[in-house]
Every structure is written in C-alpha cells, then in structure tokens.
C-alpha cells in the first residue's frame, strides 16, 4: 500500500487529532461519510484497526513498514507498545516535526528528501533514519533551506519540544539528548491495541 496522499481532514475527522498529519482543523464534528454521525458500538477488531491506522497516517507509514516497526519492536527486552512508539519518534522527519522546524510530518519528510537537513554534519535524505542520543541535527548553509526553516520556526506544529530535544533556533540546529519519554508523545492512542492488532495477523 503506498504512501497516502488523499484529503488529511477527512482522516481526521475519522481517527481524532493527528498532529503529525495536519494543522488544520474541521469545522465539521461527525465522523465522515453517510452515517458518520450514528452512535453505534464498533467492535474489538475495529478499535484496534483505528489506533493501529492513527499510527500510520500520524508518521506517514505504510503497512509494511508499520509492520516492520512492530516486529523489530518485539524483539526488544522492554514493553513493545512503548519500544514502537520510541522507535517512531526517534526518525529524523518526525525529530524535525518535533523541534518545530516543520509544520507536519510530511512537511519534514520533504526537507530531508531535498536535502535540506544535515544529521552529524552529514546531509541526509531518508526520513526514516534512526536519530540516536547525541546526534546534532543541522540546516544546510545555503540561505534558501535556512530561510524555508526560519519562515517554519516561527510557526511551530506543536508548542512544546520535548524533553529529549534541544533546539537552538539562533543557530537553527537541534540536538537529541536522549530517548523520548511515553508521556512526551503528541499522540493520544493506546499502543497496546495497536500490539495486539499485530499479534492476530
């Protein structure tokens, strides 16, 4: 399944807030479609489906990689739910959004695919690459990038970066100091459905 491009409020308006996906808000409170305004009890499977989906559409996943995530997740001696989640605030296009010099995840994902972003004094053009603690987080000098990232910065997606971040918006450069904390993720889901979705496949 590719990469969605479709309308990001519909999306919304569907699965709750998603701060990585969207800044804008719906005027509009039922869900979308038909019978988008009908109390009906949904089932297990669909609960987990939801949380499952507000996770790929907030980073930009596609199946597959989401899938990827959760497999790598259980291999690690720590609770998967929150082994998933670190491991998918710890990418650089969502490291980005969470310092405030992107709007979106997506957003962010286009300066490291064009080459604006430097990791370690290293242009890199991945989005999904694993920031680790320690790792400095820079602009490219040319002055068009440091521009599109200071007309971004005065407009923050989110207001407050969180603690593991360090961002020094003079210098336009960030730095990880550590491994996000569960109660620092914008996202509010319950990852252990999100876990269970993935161990019935």
């Known amino acids: 399944m590719s990469r969605y491009k479709g309308p990001r409020i519909k999306i919304c308006r569907r699965l709750g807030d998603l701060p990585g996906l969207s800044r ?18 949904p089932s297990e ?6 949380e499952k989906q507000k996770l790929r559409f907030n980073y930009g996943l596609n199946e597959k990689q989401l899938l990827r995530y959760v497999r790598t997740a259980k291999r690690v001696q720590s609770p998967t739910g929150q082994v998933l989640l670190q491991l998918l605030e710890m990418r650089l296009d969502n490291t980005i959004f969470r310092l405030g010099m992107a709007p979106t995840i997506p957003a962010a994902r286009q300066l490291v695919n064009h080459g ?7 242009i890199v053009s991945i989005g999904s ?40 918006s003079s210098k336009l450069t960030g730095k990880v100091n550590g ?3 569960r109660e620092w993720v914008a ?13 019935r496949k």
């Open 116 to 122: 604006h972003i430097a990791v370690n004094d290293k």
């Open 129 to 168: 690459y694993q920031c680790k603690p320690g790792d400095y987080i820079t602009v490219k000098k040319q002055k068009s990038s440091r521009d599109l990232i200071e007309n971004y910065l005065s407009f923050p997606g989110l207001a407050n970066i969180p603690n593991h971040l360090e961002l020094d």
């Open 45 to 50: 499977y669909a609960v987990r489906l939801e």
């Open 187 to 199: 996202l509010q889901l319950n990852e252990l459905l999100v876990v269970e979705y993935y161990s």
């Open 24 to 41: 804008k808000v719906s005027k509009k409170q039922a869900r979308p479609g038909e019978h988008g305004d009908k109390n009906r009890k």
């Open 179 to 181: 491994i996000i904390e």
